[in-house]
């Protein structure tokens, strides 16, 4: 099968899924974001996640084994052009992908209170 047709299939397939989510009454979101989660995940070996393009809640992921705590977040600074990162290990990273859907909640807030953090660093900077 050629990718072209691989591709084809499977956007029908993703198509599907939504269709029948739609009807069902559920939002297509909850069927097809935690596969989008852990297919971002895949590294190109098609096991180990990848810090180059894993993004969780939109916020990207080093995996950094020094890391001491499960989820800890780039410190705000002063940078205006600085964004938040999630600093996870390996084995939290490839917890994570196993069931995105449990921790979402909280990697959601933990991005809410960085960016919170940050707002008020630089208005504190401008005081």
């Not at 969780?56 to 052009?81: A, N, R």
Request: hydrophobic share 30%; net charge negative; proline share 6%.
């Amino acid at each position: 099968m050629s990718k072209d047709e691989v591709l084809s299939k499977a956007r029908r397939l993703v198509q599907e899924a939504v269709d029948v989510a739609n009807r069902a009454g559920i939002d297509p979101s909850q069927v097809v974001a935690p596969h989008c989660a852990e297919t971002a995940a895949i590294h190109d070996d098609g096991d180990s996640p990848s810090s180059d393009n894993l993004k969780w809640c939109g916020v990207s992921v080093i995996i950094d084994d020094d890391t001491h705590e499960l989820f800890e977040m780039s410190k705000p600074d002063g940078d205006p052009e600085q964004k938040p990162a999630f600093l996870v290990t390996q084995s939290t990273a490839s917890l994570v992908r196993q069931d995105f859907d449990r921790y979402e909640p909280s990697l959601e807030r933990m991005e809410e209170e960085w960016q919170e953090n940050k707002k008020s660093l630089s208005i504190q900077k401008t005081d």
